[in-house]
């Protein structure tokens, strides 16, 4: 049962074949078997999710369909849940239950969706290991001893060992692809503004992106369609009308223009390239043409994004300063002593050094050559991607540069830690989607096929991505142990 | 001691009157119980994020448009970093490099009826912050952040005014368009109007500004020109005794009547301002503008003009009676009542004895307890002589506490003016004998005895008689030397 898609399961309950309490209860008891070693999740809503699952048959008694409802799910924990301990992964929020539902779990409650838990995650989402949690590292299902990716790294490696058929995530400089790509499974990153922010913990405003985590991208287009859409509570939400995204999926790629980035293609490791090319003749046998583009300045998306990323996550963050919810350290002496200790004891250490690095880059002196500087090449990385656009419909290359890595491999060097989002910051920059999905194996560890397509663009990428694993198995794979 | 020039510019926050906060939906009524007024937005609870509120946007531009302001196109929302406990979010959101409203100018008249233009580099909307309570709390501080987020447009004047009155009329000046525009209830004492003095001075003559020193959150026009007149003796005194003005924020203490430093430049923060990426730029086009100067009212200066020409009032008298909408309005109402010629003589009550018994009672005009058709009944009977100006004043009182009409109180009292000449001069005969000294001297060139038979017989009537029949008949009855 673990192993069906959504649609299959929407259709089984639909049939009454399962009911969504039989389904519920089947993933619960996959989370208490394999959780344990996974480290998957922060908080286990079990005792709620059999009441939703109770109220979701009743709606499916009552003639009502739905292609999420009665379907279990699992949340990262940066979303607001309401009277749901809600921690972002953080000491400082461990003990923070949140008073509403951000917009996207009031959306995917209202569709019927069954939350099961929430997942662990990196430290405020600012990490690419899953190893910046307070709660502990999330294991890779594909192998334990490695990394599953971060920050969105339960809600990946939950998805990848079946204990849901569905995860949130989200995704600031590739949160959610990259953990994707590394744990085998299809990972959506809509464009800036298409899912309203509301209610998600704010790391970099102007980056971050809710999507999700799915095992097809069929699977990630039924969950769109109900995530999508302007929300008036969040000002960045763009007011464009939701396509039907599920429809479009079986269209052929007949004509489709799909545009190799040069860039991501300088120095990639020769047996990830191999499979990058493999995918690009199951596209051309589709009828896609592919032609080579340039982005100039993709090469500054790193240095870009760790300007702007820190900049905003030290406003953001300034919030958390233990007056009025969250962690308030002991005895504070005066009014500076609780700023200094409840923050100095809530954050960890790669939260520490971003918003130092962040306070660096807005203060007086270093504000033009840091985040002056780096909104510039922003505007010059957009134009390549808008430029590129011209002539290509959807632009693809790989993920990642390499497999998982092992847990504790990076972490003492933050640089090369951020270079694992070489491939998928420029999405964010620009405010692009993105979706990876897998595309075959190195050293017997998932790799991730990235495709990005202009702004709300979602339907063609998801076409675009649902033709390949009509002609590919590779999302198909599951982690032994897990099947 | 040397000549020197003051220069002061004035930072005016005003209070946007919006029923709902500039970026939530919690109300901004005034005097709620502590955080009974603070949603999630406004705790800046995680996950949250700010939506503008569209009517502050309007205000700010309907205020751009009555000081002839160049309203932005585009501007920008951007964070002001610094970590205090009523400010929730750890930033207040604010305008800084793009601020919805760029240069403009408003004319202000001074004491001695000269007109100064004053120079409004910009203004800008941003949040307030909440307030930290001391009182009654052991060992502790409360925090009420009822009034976190409440819209507040920032009204930046250039260094124009060159002394504390002049700085006074034009922080009244502004008050006056506040109210006037309806985008602010002027509330001083509930800190819905406030300000903050850039005051330095320079030697007379020298092109180059002085240092100067930022007096912050002064709640009172009288605060304002003290603090200001104590800031020029301070920093005159200090560069005279050959020290040196230092860049700083000061605070005004009224009962000491003084300012003290608060943090030189040196402490100040480094509010580390970026464009907050929660908030779209705020575009405003042509049409939006449109709707708004639609909405704008008769403009203080508009109409001190219309009352200078239709009612041949002075420039003073005007200005005076057009310094707030209710005044004007009043006024225009007894003005009404009156047939043509005698706006003069309402003016003169209205700005007279209106104005003393409405400060004396400390009403607003609205709620005054004399309406403008009562007024307009009593300057009736001054106008066709049933009684005398200064008995108009008694019957005014009487009015006042009374809350009678006033030939009511007229009729009651007797006070008709006496008009038949035959018994005011039977009051005169009776006058001049019983004072036969004075009218020796009267007659022998004491003229200014004149005024004692006025008083008397005025006296011996109640103050009844009408006064220019009295000063004829006097006239002639006292015979040679009088020439009142």
């Known amino acids: ?483 | 001691m040397r000549d020197w020039e003051v220069v002061i510019g004035l930072e005016i926050h005003a209070q946007l009157a919006t029923q709902s906060k500039i970026f939530s939906g919690s109300a901004t009524a005034y005097g709620a119980p502590p955080n009974t007024q603070a949603d999630l937005v406004d705790l800046a609870y995680p996950g949250v994020l700010p939506v503008l509120n569209a009517r502050a946007v309007q205000m700010a531009v309907k205020f751009g448009l009555a000081v002839d302001a160049t309203i932005a196109r585009r501007s920008v929302f951007a964070r002001k970093n610094y970590f205090y406990p009523d400010l929730p979010k750890g930033y207040q959101i604010s305008q800084y490099e793009l601020p919805v409203v760029a240069r403009g100018s408003l004319q202000v008249m001074l004491d001695d009826g000269a007109v100064k233009t004053v120079g409004i580099t910009r203004a800008h909307l941003e949040e307030d912050a909440g307030k930290s309570l001391h009182e009654g709390l052991a060992n502790a501080s409360g925090i009420d952040l009822n009034r976190a987020g409440t819209p507040l447009l920032e009204i930046v004047s250039e260094p124009d005014m060159r002394s504390a009155k002049e700085a006074v009329a034009y922080m009244k000046k502004i008050h006056t368009l506040v109210r006037y525009l309806e985008i602010c209830d002027g509330n001083m004492q509930e800190g819905s109007f406030r300000c903050d003095a850039n005051v330095s001075v320079r030697p007379k003559g020298e092109e180059k500004l002085g240092t100067r020193a930022e007096i912050k959150n002064l709640n009172s026009f009288r605060f304002v020109e003290k603090a200001i007149q104590y800031e020029v003796a301070r920093q005159v005194e200090l560069i005279e005794s050959g020290g040196k003005v230092v860049q700083e924020t000061r605070l005004y203490d009224s009962d000491k009547d003084e300012t003290r430093s608060m943090r030189s430049k040196e402490e100040a923060n480094d509010y580390r301002y970026f464009p907050d990426p929660d908030l779209l730029p705020v575009e405003i086009d042509a049409k939006f503008i449109e709707a708004v100067h639609k909405t704008l009212p008769e403009l203080p200066d508009q109409k001190a003009a219309r009352f200078a020409k239709d009612f041949g009032l002075s420039a003073y008298d005007a200005g005076v009676l057009s310094a707030s909408r209710e005044l004007g309005a009043y006024f225009e109402a007894v003005v009404a009542g009156l047939s043509a010629g005698h706006a003069k003589l309402a003016a003169n009550w209205v700005m007279g004895e209106l104005s003393s018994a409405l400060n004396r009672e400390n009403v607003d005009i609205e709620h005054s307890r004399v309406n403008p058709p009562q007024l307009t009944g009593l300057l009736n009977r001054i106008v066709d002589e049933t009684i005398s100006g200064k008995i108009a004043k008694e019957v005014f009182e009487a009015m006042w506490s009374e809350g009678k009409p006033a030939d009511t109180i007229i009729e009651a009292k007797g006070l008709r003016q006496i008009t038949d000449a035959g018994a005011i001069e039977g009051v005169i005969d009776a006058v001049i004998a019983a004072n036969p000294k004075q009218l020796a001297d009267y007659r022998s060139g004491k003229d200014k005895l004149f005024g004692f038979f006025v008083g008397q017989v005025m006296k011996a009537t109640a103050g009844k008689a009408n006064p220019a029949q009295l000063n004829d008949l006097l006239k002639k009855k006292l015979g040679g030397g009088g020439h009142a």
């Not at chain 1, 396509?243 to 790629?253: H, K, N, Q, V």
């Not at chain 1, 500087?373 to 922003?378: E, L, P, T, V």
């Open chain 1, 1 to 483: 049962m673990h192993n069906l898609f959504i649609g299959e399961l929407a259709e089984r309950l639909k049939n009454r074949q399962i009911s969504s309490v039989e389904l519920t209860r089947h993933f619960l008891s996959r989370i208490e078997r394999f959780s344990p070693a996974l480290n998957a999740f922060i908080t286990l809503t079990a005792e709620q999710a059999l009441i939703d699952a109770a109220a979701a048959d009743a709606r499916l008694g009552k003639g009502e369909r739905g292609p999420l409802l009665g379907i279990p799910l699992i949340h990262k924990d940066i979303f607001c849940t309401d009277g749901v301990k809600t921690s972002c992964g953080s000491r400082m929020l461990d003990n923070f239950v949140a008073p509403y539902d951000a917009t996207v779990v009031a959306r995917l409650k209202a569709a019927g969706t069954v939350m099961l838990g929430k997942s662990n995650m990196d430290e405020f989402a600012m990490g690419s290991s899953n190893e910046t949690s307070y709660y502990g590292p999330v294991k890779n299902p594909w192998d334990i001893s490695k990394v599953p990716g971060g920050s969105s790294g339960g809600s990946a490696a939950a998805t990848a060992a079946r204990l849901a058929p569905l995860a949130t995530g989200t995704d600031t400089g590739g949160s959610i692809r990259q953990p994707a790509a590394l744990t085998g499974v299809t990972g959506l990153k809509p464009t800036y503004g298409r899912v309203s922010r509301y209610g998600m913990i704010a790391f970099a405003s102007s980056l971050d992106q809710a999507g999700v985590f799915a095992r097809s991208a069929a699977d990630a287009a039924a969950a769109l369609q109900v995530i999508a859409g302007f929300d008036p509570r969040d000002s960045t939400s763009v007011d464009v009308p939701v396509p039907d995204y599920s429809a479009p999926l079986s269209r052929p790629l007949k004509g489709l223009k799909i545009g190799l980035l040069r860039e991501f293609f300088d120095g990639l490791e020769p047996r990830n390239a191999a499979l990058i090319e493999d995918a690009l003749n199951i596209f051309t046998g589709l009828g896609a043409e592919t032609r080579e583009v340039s982005l100039p300045h993709l090469p500054l998306s790193v240095p870009t994004y760790y300007v702007v990323a820190p900049a905003e996550c030290s406003s953001n963050l300034s919030r958390f300063d233990g007056v009025r919810f969250g962690y308030r350290c002991e005895n504070p002496k005066d009014l500076l002593d609780l700023y200094k200790r409840s923050r100095g004891e809530g954050f960890g250490a790669e939260v520490k050094r971003r918003i130092m690095t962040g306070t660096y880059v807005l203060s007086a002196g270093y504000f033009d050559a840091y985040y002056l500087k780096a909104q510039k090449a922003r505007r010059l990385i957009t134009d390549d991607f808008r430029s590129a656009f011209e002539t290509v419909d959807l632009l693809i290359g790989p993920t990642t540069p390499t497999p998982a890595f092992d847990i504790g491999a990076k972490m003492n060097d933050p640089v090369l830690m951020y270079l694992n989002d070489i491939y998928t910051i420029g999405a964010n920059l620009a405010g692009l989607p993105g979706v990876s999905v897998p595309c075959g194996f190195v050293d017997s560890l998932p790799m991730g096929l990235q495709l990005i397509g202009p702004h709300f663009a979602e339907a063609k990428l998801l076409n675009a991505a649902h033709q390949y694993q009509q002609a590919t198995d590779w999302h198909r794979h599951a982690p032994r142990g897990y099947e």
